[in-house]
């Protein structure tokens, strides 16, 4: 009974490849988030998503894309991984801005490049 | 451009005393500064929030400080437990206009038995 679930834990890949990471959301919130968080534990949005619109920080290469199959599920697509994008990308929720309950993360996916 | 400046970025206290994290920020427009708890291996967590109409929140042991006009904020954890250690961080945003949370640097804090 996870609130935000995203898979995998770990993922190890070689540079110029593409991946993906999976989150999903059985909370019921209508806004979906990516952050990444590097070695030095510093979180950086990445993107927000709801039904109606997608927020992308921009600084964020466009190598990097979120796509949204359902309410429920905010992926994770990384294209020409490099170096640099190795660290932990952590998936959140919310209802509307969080407000009183604020987000709800994931436990994160650890990417490492190689 | 740091929007939300967290300080000390790491802190050692001994059991049973008082840890204070300290946040300022740059935009006046925020309007609601949570503060988030993360343990080795997991997501940032709510702990507690404060909106700054009010210039204190205590929920049991944890207590923010916020002054509007100097625009900072603060965490206190009182009586400090081994349990607590964990990354602190302080965040702040605009609630009414959707923006996305801006999370301060994060403050590791070692509470020692």
């Known amino acids: 009974d996870t609130a935000v679930s995203q898979t995998p834990k770990y993922l190890v890949t070689q540079m110029g490849n593409d991946k993906s990471i999976k989150c999903e959301q059985n909370l019921g919130h209508d806004t979906m988030y990516w952050y990444k968080q590097d070695s030095k534990k510093f979180l950086k949005i990445m993107f927000s998503?709801?039904?109606?619109?997608?927020?992308i920080n921009e600084t964020v290469p466009n190598r990097f894309s979120p796509k949204s199959p359902d309410k429920a599920h905010l992926n994770l697509h990384i294209n020409s991984l490099e170096l640099g994008d190795s660290a932990v990308y952590f998936c959140?929720?919310?209802?509307?801005?969080?407000?009183?309950?604020?987000?709800?993360f994931g436990s994160g996916t650890r990417l490492t490049v190689v | 451009q740091q929007q939300v400046k967290q300080s000390p970025q790491s802190l050692i206290v001994q059991k049973g005393g008082i840890s204070i994290i300290n946040c300022a920020y740059e935009n006046t427009a925020f309007d609601y500064f949570p503060w988030y708890q993360q343990f080795p291996g997991k997501g940032p967590a709510l702990l507690i929030a404060i909106r700054p109409d009010v210039s204190e929140k205590k929920e049991g042991r944890f207590t923010i400080s916020f002054n509007k006009s100097a625009k900072q904020f603060s965490l206190h954890i009182m009586d400090s437990q081994p349990g607590d250690s964990a990354t602190y961080f302080c965040a702040a945003t605009v609630l009414n206009a959707g923006n996305m949370l801006t999370f301060g640097g994060g403050t590791r804090l070692m509470v020692k038995p």
């Open positions: 998503y709801n039904n109606k619109e997608l927020i």
């Open positions: 959140a929720s919310s209802q509307g801005a969080g407000g009183s309950y604020g987000y709800t």
